[in-house]
């Protein structure tokens, strides 16, 4: 069996395609279980904040079975340090910017054959007023726009069922256009108090 790393990106989208699902009420208490365990294991960093983000985050949305959380690390920490703690803990570094205060992505759940029962998407930044907190925000509240982009989410996911990529560009017109109303609306909501 071949490991993630040698395998091409038309082999991993064939091993992991767009699966959409109900909402899982659980998904609630996956996120609750590893931020517990993100801030036992980064307990001698500045956290912040964390957030639970993404589709999964919303209520009754249609969702990749993925957890996200935005965990939020005060800037200067040690970025190599991070990376080896997490994936001594079964994360997966899977993007580093160091160009953005060393904004890390991992993902937990992805195996060899497959996923597994659980799924997480952690995204390491600095403090920062984020459009995926504002963006979750606006789809809580208001349903009828989370009805649209679950409509959306589920053509896509039929059309580019092993295309990641060209999944997330057809959301991203989307996003932003709500991100920014967002933004209109909540003001200043996660602004960073240092």
Same mark, same amino acid.
């Given at each position: 069996?071949?490991?993630?790393?040698?395998?091409?990106?038309?082999?991993? =989208?064939?091993?992991?395609?767009?699966?959409?699902?109900?909402?899982?009420?659980?998904?609630?208490?996956? &996120?609750?279980? $590893?931020?517990?365990?993100?801030?036992?294991?980064?307990?001698?960093?500045?956290?912040?904040?964390?957030?639970?983000?993404?589709?999964?985050? !919303?209520?009754? /949305?249609?969702?990749? +079975?993925?957890?996200?959380?935005?965990?939020? @690390?005060?800037?200067? *920490?040690?970025?190599?340090?991070?990376?080896?703690?997490?994936?001594?803990?079964? =994360? @997966?570094?899977?993007?580093? #910017? $160091?160009?953005? %205060?060393?904004? /890390?992505?991992?993902?937990?759940? &992805?195996?060899?054959?497959?996923?597994?029962?659980? !799924? &997480?998407?952690?995204?390491?930044?600095? +403090?920062? #007023? =984020?459009? $995926?907190? &504002?963006?979750?925000? *606006?789809?809580?509240? *208001? +349903?009828? !726009?989370?009805?649209?982009?679950?409509?959306?989410?589920?053509?896509?996911?039929?059309?580019?069922?092993?295309?990641?990529?060209?999944?997330? %560009?057809? %959301?991203?017109?989307? !996003?932003? @256009?709500?991100?920014?109303?967002? =933004?209109? $609306?909540?003001?200043?909501?996660?602004? +960073? @108090?240092?």
């Amino acid at each position: 069996m071949k490991d993630l790393k040698n395998m091409s990106l038309e082999e991993l =989208w064939k091993l992991f395609p767009i699966i959409l699902k109900e909402h899982n009420p659980e998904y609630k208490i996956w &996120y609750e279980e $590893e931020k517990d365990k993100l801030t036992a294991i980064l307990r001698d960093y500045d956290i912040y904040r964390i957030n639970h983000i993404g589709s999964t985050s !919303v209520a009754g /949305l249609v969702a990749k +079975p993925t957890v996200d959380i935005l965990l939020e @690390i005060k800037d200067g *920490y040690a970025a190599d340090e991070v990376i080896g703690l997490l994936q001594n803990n079964g =994360w @997966i570094l899977m993007a580093r #910017d $160091e160009g953005a %205060k060393d904004a /890390l992505d991992f993902n937990k759940g &992805y195996t060899p054959k497959g996923f597994a029962q659980k !799924v &997480y998407h952690l995204h390491i930044k600095h +403090p920062g #007023d =984020w459009g $995926e907190l &504002y963006f979750r925000d *606006y789809l809580q509240k *208001y +349903p009828d !726009v989370a009805g649209e982009y679950e409509n959306l989410k589920l053509g896509l996911g039929e059309q580019f069922e092993h295309d990641r990529d060209a999944y997330t %560009k057809g %959301k991203s017109d989307f !996003v932003h @256009i709500y991100t920014q109303k967002a =933004w209109e $609306e909540f003001k200043n909501r996660y602004l +960073p @108090i240092m």
